[in-house]
């Protein structure tokens, strides 16, 4: 689902859709919430991001929904579950933990990427969880 982060940018794909992510935006944190509290309360994930030009959100339930603000506003459906996107993210944050933690953040301090990396192992921990 989601590229290993590089230069400030990151792709997510879903479906046949592959869509950027910023660095001005704490994504793993931002999706991570998202896929817990649409698990725990059987709701909706959603989530809203800037990609610097346009913006573009993903809701997800029983299926995904990505809407692409641009110069025009498209709506796509893909039929994946938020369950499936919250597996894929999960493994995706683990294995470039390193990559998301340092050097993601517009602060990129050290102190700044251990404290995200903690939070970031906290939210996997919860959505493995729920898994």
Known sequence: MLTRPEHGWSEVCIGEHRLRISYIEPVPQMLLTAFIRALSTHGTADVTFDAEGWTWCLQSDCVTRLTIMADATETFTVPVT??????EALADFQRDLDAWSSGWSCLNRPEQAENERAEII?????????L
């Not at 938020?82 to 597996?87: P, S």
């Not at 906290?122 to 969880?129: H, I, K, S, T």
């Open 122 to 130: 906290r939210l996997c921990r919860q959505l493995e969880r729920l």
């Open 82 to 87: 938020v369950r499936e996107l919250g597996q």
